[in-house]
């Protein structure tokens, strides 16, 4: 990748919202990974306070050891393929194929060299009267998708169940040149963002960021937030958000 000698970059964090442009990426190393090469995309170190994010995204770059058995205790967990093909259990997951975890679950997933993958994890929040959904696989092809408020030019697809038990929502979005959200969302869930192709503009709070492929987004609740897309292709995103739990966060009995 060109650098700027003059140290510029597209990357912008401030206090409801970021823009990790790939330019400034640093590998690190992982808990519960082995031999793997990650980039931190999104933590909750990158705010202060109730700003800060309540997740983790990340992408781990495979090599010829690379595997994980679980993640952190009462860690959820969401693994995408963007790229090659991993392995679970001895199965395969091809290129826009996913796995969800539960909690506490325990597998072997391993990641090649050649492949990439995108990971979204946070504490899971057990809801009253609700069972921990069981593992689930699947793919982007297999996936629910409906127009987006009724517009065939953008197209939603829903990779979870939309069932109380899943405290996390995983979707893509897909947008032909020239087409918008049609009005500035502001709401209670947060979001994390992977733009997997394609270019646009995406307004954050009151500024306006020219995206591409490879760039990650964090928007804290209530961030207002609008995108249009650009070019000459279709542009697509995958993103997280929060749903299904109390706004006070009282535990479970």
């Not at 009253?128 to 297999?142: D, E, F, H, I, Y």
């Not at 709070?205 to 070019?231: K, T």
Request: hydrophobic share 40%; proline share 8%.
């Amino acid at each position: 990748m060109q650098q700027s000698p003059f140290g510029e970059t597209r990357t912008r964090v401030e206090f409801n919202h970021a823009l990790i442009a790939p330019d400034g990426h640093v590998v690190s190393p992982l808990v519960c990974w082995d031999n793997a090469q990650a980039v931190v995309l999104i933590s909750p170190t990158m705010g202060h306070g109730a700003a800060a994010p309540r997740f983790v995204q990340y992408m781990v770059d495979g090599s010829s050891s690379c595997e994980t058995h679980h993640a952190e205790v009462n860690v959820e967990r969401l693994v995408y393929v963007l790229e090659g093909a991993a392995t679970l259990d001895g199965d395969s997951l091809a290129a826009d194929s996913f796995a969800w975890f539960p909690p506490n679950d325990r597998y072997r997933l391993e990641v090649p060299e050649s492949t990439r993958v995108l990971v979204f994890e946070k504490v899971y929040e057990p809801l009253s009267g609700n069972k921990v959904p069981q593992r689930m696989t699947g793919s982007l092809a297999a996936s629910p998708k409906a127009p987006f408020l009724g517009d065939p030019e953008a197209m939603l697809a829903t990779l979870l169940p939309v069932e109380p038990g899943f405290d996390m929502a995983v979707n893509v979005f897909e947008y032909t040149p020239g087409t918008t959200l049609p009005f500035v969302e502001t709401h209670v869930m947060e979001h994390g963002l992977y733009m997997r192709s394609g270019q646009g503009v995406y307004r954050l709070g009151d500024r306006w960021y020219p995206v591409q492929q490879g760039d990650s987004i964090w928007m804290a609740s209530y961030c207002p937030q609008w995108f249009v897309a650009m070019g000459k292709e279709n542009a697509s995103y995958i993103y997280y958000k929060d749903i299904h739990r109390p706004l006070l966060h009282q535990p479970a009995t």
